[in-house]
């Protein structure tokens, strides 16, 4: 079983070669050691295009590779059988490349004395001596800080802005005339139809055009609202409505 200075590693190794990737235990960027071909397999077999798509040199990678792959180095079992019928030979290089991994990799990671997790260059503060989860860079922490109150600002003047300048009243929303959206003006945008809001004679309520009972009082409208039929061309507009909508005539 190979003993690693930080358990957060992956075994990519292969017949071909081994390989190797240790991850940071914070921000979980990796860092892949060199590839080092296996003795036994070429020997055994030739190099057959080894290797092919693998990293020649160690590097740093941004983020986890594989999940399945991590979580199989936490396994010994399981790491035992992907190795499973692999050579004496083949184990002791396997070991040997593992301890090399180990020491190319350890100068990129830094062990906080504080929580013993093993962590990459960025997330050591080095001024410390610990993780910057355990003591935070200062001028990291003031900048957050600075942009969190920023933005609580913000939320606080955006609750107390007044965005709009408008009455809160009754509008006829659908004209009566043609049942299409009646827009925000005083005559339709579609048919022209006036959208003035009946009056109620017993309460005084404004009701929508079309209301046949006073959504106030109950009392009838439609006695209240005077014909729509235009003098001019016979048409039939809707109570309340001024000027025609088929001709344009001045109604009432």
Sequence with gaps: MLTAFTRNYEDNSTDAGFQFTFYCDNCQDGFKSSFIESETYKKGKGLRGLAAGVGIVGSLLGGRLSSIGYAAERGGGVLSERFLGMSPEWHKEHEKAFERAQNEARQHFHRCHSCSHYVCDACYNEDEGLCVECAPRQEVYVAKARADAMRRNIEEAGETATVWQGKIES??????????PAGSGKFCNNCGASLAMSVCSRCGA????????????????ASQQPSGKCPGCGHENAPGTKFCGECGTKLG
Excluded at 171 to 180: D, H, I, Q, V
């Design 171 to 180: 509008k006829t929303t659908t004209c009566p005339a043609c049942g299409k």
């Design 206 to 221: 404004k009701n929508a055009l079309g209301v046949r009972f006073c959504n106030n009082c109950g009392n009838p409208m």
